[in-house]
């Protein structure tokens, strides 16, 4: 077909020339003939040479537009990731300046409040010492400034950089929150709160107090509540606890006892025992059989506050029956045995014991 097509081309696009050297018509046009098979060859392969440049060229542009897309998109990621930071970033800037504008309004405001109270105050004091002229009379007299540059209030003569005749109060005291240094009886410093049973106080005796066990010079701490001195630190020295009334907790907050310790103690323990102090002295007697109704055992605390290794002893209840003098009952209801107090039964029992021993020995002798 395509040679067809070339034939008819060339015969209808040849000049009609003459023929030379001999050949004939046919000879002339096959040569024409196949020089233009030859060019179209060339021409084909032109135009295919041309189609793979062109789909190179297709693919290098498909590659350039993948390029560009890709980063394109991280382009657009990466202004988003900007902008989003810059707006936390922002964001973080205008709260911690709203915080901060907060908190100096707020110092504004109790600056203010402060102001106001102040003025407050001294407006009373004004209107407390009466008019113009008294004011000024009645404050020279309330305050005094030597010529060493001592201050005083309620004295003309202050001997110290800050001398005050009279208690200072410091506190809201319309709230009854306040700290007070009062020497109306005794000198004291007192914490007070809203309810007066809450109030304590530190102070020294100025005189002897057989009522709260204190002599003069001796510091005290002093609760209204309990109207004691639980706490007394002695001019000529040692301590008391609890001298009037109360008990004392070593790791307890409820103590059920004088002295009432949960735990260990170690230390040598020593108990009054002068026969002077003593009246309606009787020797123990029947020891040997008490002590044969007793009951060791071993046992552990229930308490897991208490030691939890395993423990021996008495069972209270039993020994009250037998020795009720060793067994005390606390306000609970909890009883305990005075250990210490067994060793006079141990030792008349012992005695008990080698009577028995030595009237045997005498029958076995006989």
Known sequence: MRLTLVVLLALTLMPIAPIAHGKTVIEVYQEH?????????????????????????????????????????????????ISVKHEAQLKTVKD????ELAAEAKLAEQARKSAEDDAKATRA???ELGTSAEKVAKLTDAVSVSGDGNVGIGTTSPSKLLDVYGDVRIGKTNARHYLEISSQT?????????????????GMAHGDSSGY????????????????????????????????????????????????????????LVSPSDQRHKKNIHSLENTLSK??????????????????DTQIGLIA????????????????????????????????????QQLQIKRLENLIHK
């Open 33 to 81: 003939i196949q020089k233009l098979i030859n060019k179209d060859d060339e021409l084909e392969q032109l135009i295919t040479d041309a189609k793979q440049k062109v789909t190179e060229f297709e693919k290098e542009a498909n590659s350039i537009k993948a390029l560009i897309a890709k980063y394109e998109t991280a382009l657009e990621t990466t202004t988003q990731e």
């Open 186 to 202: 005794w000198p004291e410093i007192r914490w007070t709160t809203p309810t007066y049973s809450s109030d304590m106080r530190i």
């Open 213 to 268: 066990a204190v002599s003069n010079g001796d510091w005290y701490v002093y609760s209204p509540a309990t109207n004691r001195m639980d706490i007394i630190m002695h001019r000529k020295g040692g301590v008391s606890l609890a001298a009037k009334g109360g008990n004392v907790g070593i790791g307890t907050t409820s103590p059920q006892y004088k002295l009432h310790v949960a735990g260990k103690i170690k230390g040598e």
């Open 96 to 99: 911690a300046y709203k915080t």
């Open 291 to 308: 002590l044969a109704q007793l009951r060791g055992v071993s046992f552990k605390w229930k308490d897991n506050a208490q030691n939890a």
């Open 317 to 352: 209840q039993e020994v009250e029956t037998v020795l009720p003098e060793l067994v005390s009952t606390d306000n609970e209801g909890y009883k305990s045995i005075a250990y210490g107090k067994l060793t006079a039964v141990l030792i008349e029992a012992l005695k008990e």
């Open 125 to 127: 004091i004004l209107d």
